[in-house]
Structure formats: C-alpha cells, structure tokens
C-alpha cells in the first residue's frame, strides 16, 4: 500500500513521536488547542505515561477534556493546564522524552490570540532543561496571520545558536506549496 510521507508539518511531527515515545514516557503538548495532539501523544505513552498538555484558553481545557472523555481515555495521567508554555517548569519536574508545539493560533477562533516570540523562546529554554537524552522538541510553525512571520524568525535564531555538540536542530519546510505553508524545527537532544 502506498502512503504518502511528507505530507505536511505537522504529520511529520508525528511521525517522529511515533519513532521516540513508548509507553512509560513523558511527553508534553505546549499548545493543547482542541486536544488532538494531547490524544495522540496519550496513546503514544500509553496507561504508564504521563502527558502534560497546557493552554492559555479555557475553550481549549473544556475540548480537551470532553475529547479526552468522550473516548474513555483515563485523564489520571494525562494533566491539563490552563498556562502558558512558558510557565511548564512550575508544573513539570520530571524529564521529558517529547515536547510538541503547534504555535500560531487556534482554529476556528480569533487570529488576535496566537503564541508569541517571547513566550515561545521562554518555553523552548524551559523544555531543554527538562528533556532526556534522545529527546526531541517538535515546533510546527504556522505563520501566516499577523505577528507568525516575527515569531517564526524568532523561534529560528534561538534554536539556530544551540549548542551543536549538544543539539541536532532540522528546519524542514515544503518549498513548493503555497501560502505559507508550516515549518517543523525539531531539537534532539543528543546521547
């Protein structure tokens, strides 16, 4: 059966969660939005994992959880966070194998509420002090709404200083399709 591959960004991302996460891993979903990434990495630990999922929107804890219920999936391991990325460390105090970032805005809701440069710089530095070795930090950029492009080049030079004898940073990015199509930058922490 054929599948297609590259398809975009953001299953990318997954892809890669598919290769790092086993059941008993942490993993964090810095941008909850309608739950979907919070699910998916979820199933990926499985019941002996954990998964951190946060949000600064109450619309998106109430999705998530009614998902999160709706398919009888045990929230006892699965923590939901009304809080901004950037504040992770106060809640978060194991290593994590995963953080997933889906930055921009969330769908189907205003485009004046979106992550922010500074925010997301503060969040991706928190995330490297918790990942394990072998981790990866997975930003799937949408920038095509006021203020992406200025967190897009923001995201882009941090993670483009880090340490290479420490970090692998990839910027992938579909160079023939249009309108702004997402970026994944991934940070793998090496062994």
Known sequence: ??????????????????????????????????????????????????????????????????????????????????????????????????????LGYLPGTSRHLTTKGETTIKAIEKSLEILEKGGVILLVIYYGHEGGEEEREAVIKYTSTLNQKKYNVVKLSFINQVNSPPELIVVEYRE
Request: hydrophobic share 40%; charged share 25%; glycine share 6%.
């Open 1 to 102: 059966m054929h599948r297609e591959f590259f398809t975009n960004s953001a299953n990318l991302a997954k892809e890669i969660c598919k290769i790092k996460l086993r059941p008993g891993d942490v993993a964090i979903d810095a941008t909850m939005g309608k739950g979907n990434d919070t699910i998916f990495l979820r199933n990926l630990v499985g019941d002996e994992g954990r998964v951190y999922a946060f949000d600064v929107q109450e619309e998106a804890i109430n999705i998530t959880r009614e998902k999160l219920n709706s398919l009888n999936i045990y929230i006892n391991n699965v923590e939901i966070i009304l809080d901004g990325h950037e504040n992770l460390h106060r809640y978060v105090n194991e290593k994590v194998k995963v953080v997933m970032f889906n």
